[in-house]
């Protein structure tokens, strides 16, 4: 990697810490404009409400407060949960859930592009055949079929029909009952990336430069992946950083039906009841997430297509 | 006796597309001798690119050969090899063909690259892939190539990308790609129509240089007469899929035939041209959708007979190499002559030639 990306990659992560705080502000902000306080449980007295707002330094200045919220932010400490478990600090109530969101969006994001891709391969390359229009079908079905209706057809028949796979999510085979819902995940990933990279590849593939990499000689196989492939992926991978934000709302309502213990679920959980920290907290590791995997895009993007690396050794006749 | 590289003949071909079959070579034949260089002219469809993607293999695909022969002669390990390129499958043209003896240089430089590979993989991948050579050596020699080619600091420049080099520098890297694998057929397809004018007359002599270098035999497609002039050692004019007229350099400048090579050589543009605009020929090609009558030019033709509409003209032998295909050659025919400011026009080309 030369200096130029490091340079860039330096700039856009200063960029990305203040762009949190802008955010951290502004939810944080929400928070105090919320109505009501985190303790209004009737059974307290004054003296006992007092006495909470001291321990969670809720008595001293708004000024003081974000501070404090900032910097037990920078320590990993979100603050506690009112309703879900009271009192239990949200970050050990996110530790676990954290990794198998992820992970689990990880695997469909892999999964749909690959698949997608390939898809979108065959239908380029035997464009106007059955095999086009069968490519086609199957993405018109994954951008129409909601991902959860998908995925309660595929816990029906894969779950119980025939029980290859369990129906919801059990912690000691952490893959295996991991497989279905990212499947389901991933249907609008393949659906999307497949009619992109089938449009793109068409566009490639009647390219003076494939042209010119034909008359050499070269064989379909090297013609397709080590000349069009690259080509393709540089405007495949601007649509990625949208659909990997559409995976995170989508993962809340796969992770619920198929019992996930993630953040996705959590979140659910955590509207339905209330419980304004968890929510807030969920909301800034979105945001988190979202900015770090447009960055991750963006230097993908400079390494895949060398136009976008910035050079100054141009070169003139 | 010279030795014959390629001869094409009765080559047809034609395109299937939404509107029907169109017939976009109707039969040509033409010949091209070791070292030397033939131009193909004409205007835009007239089946100048489709004849030479066709000697290479990569027709689209919706285009295919009727009928006709393209005979390949060439060496391999002392030996004479005669192929029938009409007969080959696409997989043997790749494996033995394209690239390996027979490389082509496209029209547009700009985007003719890949953007996304060095210039150095874009030279080495042609050798690696047809010879197996290694890595190191694929490298040297393609530098070599770079500096052949007129590209300074070299090694360099094949750590490049195409967009960080000018267009004619990056037409001389395609020209490098069509050398590395040492081809015995070069075909230029309009190879100097996307670069200003300065820069066309540096490519030109390097496809000259290189070809006495390496002598081997080049076809030169163009629809710039000036280009020929400089090039080619034979012509071959085409007219909607046919080759109309033919010859050596000199019998088609000097002394042309076929009504349409003079419209081609009138309509050159010439500083010291008298006339006040510039001649064009009236009309527009006919549409190759549809069968064509007698001779395609007909219509457009200010000396079209009766028979011009009825029957085919045959290639007549006027002399020497030179073939033309109108029935003003017919012994029958009325004596015309060429238009007298072409005449005045010629008279004065030869004398500056001499």
Known sequence: MNKSIMKYIGKRLLMSVITLFVIVLILFILMKLMPGTPFNDEKLTEAQRVLLYKKYGLDKSVFEQFFLYVKNLLKGDFGVSYSILKNAPISMLLGSRIGITIRIGLQSVVFGSIVGVLLGIVAAMKHNTIWDNISTFISVLGVSIPSFVFALILLIAFGREIPIFPITYDSSQPILSSILPTIALSTLTIAQVARFTRSEMIEVLDSDYMLLAEAKGLNKRTLIFKHALRNTLISIITILAPLIVGLMTGSAVIEKICGIPGIGSLLVEAITANDYNVVITLAFIYSAMYIGIMLVVDVLYSIIDPRIRLSKEDGNE | ?354
């Open chain 2, 1 to 354: 006796m010279k030795e014959r590289v390629l001869s094409i003949r009765d080559l047809s071909i034609s395109f299937k597309t939404n509107h029907g079959v169109v017939n976009a070579i109707r039969g040509i034949r033409f010949d091209l001798f070791k070292g030397e260089t033939v131009a193909i002219v004409g205007e835009s469809g007239s089946g100048k690119s489709v004849t030479v993607k066709a000697i290479m293999g990569i027709l689209s695909s919706n285009g295919f050969i009727n009928s006709g022969k393209i005979d390949f002669t060439y060496h391999r390990d002392d030996e004479v090899v005669k192929k029938d390129l009409v007969q080959l499958s696409k997989k043997e043209m790749r494996q033995h063909i394209c690239g390996k003896r027979i490389a082509m240089v496209f029209q547009d430089p700009m985007t003719s690259l890949n953007p996304t590979m060095t210039i150095g993989e874009q030279v080495m991948e042609g050798m690696i892939h047809h010879y197996g050579t290694s890595r190191k050596e694929a490298f040297k020699k393609a530098v070599e190539l770079l500096e052949l080619v007129g590209i300074t600091d070299a090694q360099k420049r094949m750590k490049s990308y195409p967009h960080q080099l000018s267009g004619g520098m990056r037409q001389r890297i395609v020209i490098a790609i069509a050398l590395s694998c040492d081809p015995e057929i070069l075909i230029c397809d309009e190879p100097t129509t996307a670069l200003d004018v300065t820069i066309q007359a540096k490519i030109l002599q390097l496809i000259k240089d290189i070809q006495k270098k390496k002598n081997i035999s080049v076809i030169y497609i163009t629809h710039d007469l000036g280009v020929v002039a400089k090039v080619a050692d034979y012509v071959a004019v085409m007219y909607a899929g046919k080759i109309i007229e033919k010859g050596s350099v000199d019998e088609i400048f000097y002394d042309p035939r076929h009504p349409y090579t003079w419209g081609l050589l009138s309509s050159m543009p010439d500083v010291n041209t008298v006339d006040e605009e510039l001649y064009t020929i009236p009309g527009t090609p006919p549409n190759l959708l549809r069968q064509v009558p007698g001779d395609a030019f007909a219509p457009r033709n200010h000396y079209a007979m009766k028979i011009d509409y009825i029957e085919e003209p045959p290639m007549f032998n006027v002399g020497g190499k030179h073939r033309v295909s109108t029935w003003l050659a017919h012994e029958k025919a009325p004596k015309v002559s060429m238009p007298a400011s072409l005449k005045q026009r010629i008279e004065k080309m030869k004398k500056e030639a001499e």
